[in-house]
């Protein structure tokens, strides 16, 4: 039984914005960190005293010191990284997706099985303040049942590192998919998927995706409940949105249509008026240990002009649960959530709605190995 985990971060853009909450968690150490530009890196190991830094992954690996990897790099080293983590002994904490492809998918899930180490997609909404909120209200019964679930995540992708051209909006889909089957806590069966609309020639011919948007239903399995969601990443006029709606047969949950506008909660029974009411979402900070609290405020985002957090809202105050949920699970040594079968599921919806697109919106089951 350990008392502390050593973790090396591996990209460190959007990545570098844990180190200071690992620095801060009582159980965690940041022990290495990774990325190919050896003047960034060294920067970044000067700016929060971290003497282990290494511009090729695979000396990551055959480092003793670390525990396990939180991997921030570039959507298609994904499954790659953590393949080989897993190979190399190493727990992986993967930012999302945690593939491109249902066989990379598998052979994740395969290998976490095999070896026993623990695998978690950092998915930060289901870390998000909203969610917690929503999860809350479900959980004591205020929502009542639940009748159908919605999230949407526009997001126009201009600007942003080149590799995001070559992505297809429902490979990219986690955020949507995460909170309407983590709500639920149940896999997704199946889906049907359409594409609308037309990206312009080089994105498509860099993609092989001809659609602005996709538009999916998902069958949440054993369960008589649809989620519907959508994306895009070129090509469409709108303000980033990650937006997740719920509703029940006593209340209902609504995302705000613009940023920084309040949410609203639906009643049912009231007079017309009176059904929606604008709702404060309280901070689920005292949830994590003392020494992490301050990091789910917006104020202590490390580096604010990211894009990410330009457009990501300050993913809700999620990165510190996250790495909460990670130390904690290889601490208590239980499966951290969501785990490799659940990442799986969450991946997989979107690369199978993507299949179902290119097929006219044929149902697609997801695959046995993300049913769990
Ligand atoms: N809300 C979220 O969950 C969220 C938000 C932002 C970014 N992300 C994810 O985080 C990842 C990184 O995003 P970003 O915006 O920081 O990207 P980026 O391209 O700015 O940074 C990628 C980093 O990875 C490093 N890297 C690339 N290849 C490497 C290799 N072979 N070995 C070691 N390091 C390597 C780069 O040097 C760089 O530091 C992406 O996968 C993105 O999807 C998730």
């Known amino acids: 039984m350990t008392d502390t985990v050593n973790v090396a971060m591996v990209g ?3 990545g570098a914005e844990f180190i200071p909450i690992y620095q801060a968690h009582p159980q965690a150490n940041v022990s290495a960190i990774c ?21 090729e ?26 393949l080989q983590a897993l190979d190399a002994g190493k727990h992986v904490m993967c930012t999302v997706p945690m593939a491109t492809t249902v066989e990379d998918c598998r052979q994740i899930v395969e290998k976490v099985r095999e ?32 009748q159908y679930l919605a999230a949407s995540h526009p997001q126009d992708m201009n600007g942003w590192p080149e590799y ?39 994105i498509r011919e860099k993609s092989g995706n001809p659609f602005a948007v996709e538009t999916c239903h998902i069958k949440v399995k054993d369960r008589d409940l649809t989620a519907h969601i959508w994306r895009f990443l070129y090509d469409v006029a709108r303000q980033y949105r990650e937006s997740f709606d719920v509703y029940g047969t006593n209340k209902s949950f609504e995302w705000t249509l613009t940023e920084g506008e309040h949410h609203v909660l639906h009643t049912a029974g009231k007079p017309e008026p009176e059904i929606p009411t604008k709702v404060e979402i309280p901070d689920f900070a005292h949830l994590l240990p003392q020494e992490i609290q301050r990091f789910t405020l917006p104020a202590e985002i490390h580096d604010a002009d990211h894009l990410s957090f330009l457009q990501g809202g300050g993913h809700g105050g999620s990165h510190p649960h996250m790495v909460h949920e990670m130390v904690s699970a290889l601490i208590d040594d239980r499966d951290p959530q969501p785990n490799a079968v659940t990442s799986a599921n969450w991946t997989c919806v979107g690369l199978c709605a993507h299949e179902s697109a290119l097929k006219g919106g044929e149902l697609v089951r997801l695959p046995e190995f993300t049913l769990g």
């Not at 303040?129 to 004591?140: C, F, S």
């Not at 995001?164 to 997704?188: F, K, N, Q």
Request: aromatic fraction near 10%; include cysteine.
């Open 12 to 14: 460190l853009g959007f």
């Open 35 to 55: 990325r190919r530009d050896e003047a960034k890196l060294n920067a970044c190991g000067d700016q929060f005293g971290i003497e282990t830094r290494y511009t």
């Open 57 to 82: 992954y695979e000396d990551v690996l055959k480092d003793d010191g670390v525990d396990f990897v939180h991997i921030n790099s570039p959507i298609p080293d994904h499954a790659r990284m953590t």
């Open 115 to 146: 070896t026993g180490l623990k695998y978690m997609m950092a998915e930060t909404v289901v870390y998000s303040r909203e969610y917690l909120y929503i999860k809350d209200l479900y959980e004591k019964g205020e929502l009542g049942e639940v």
């Open 164 to 202: 995001w051209e070559r992505m297809i909006p429902m490979h990219y889909a986690t955020h949507v998919v995460s909170p309407c089957l983590g709500l639920m806590d149940s896999p997704a069966e199946a889906v049907s998927c359409f594409g609308s609309g037309r990206v312009r020639d080089d």
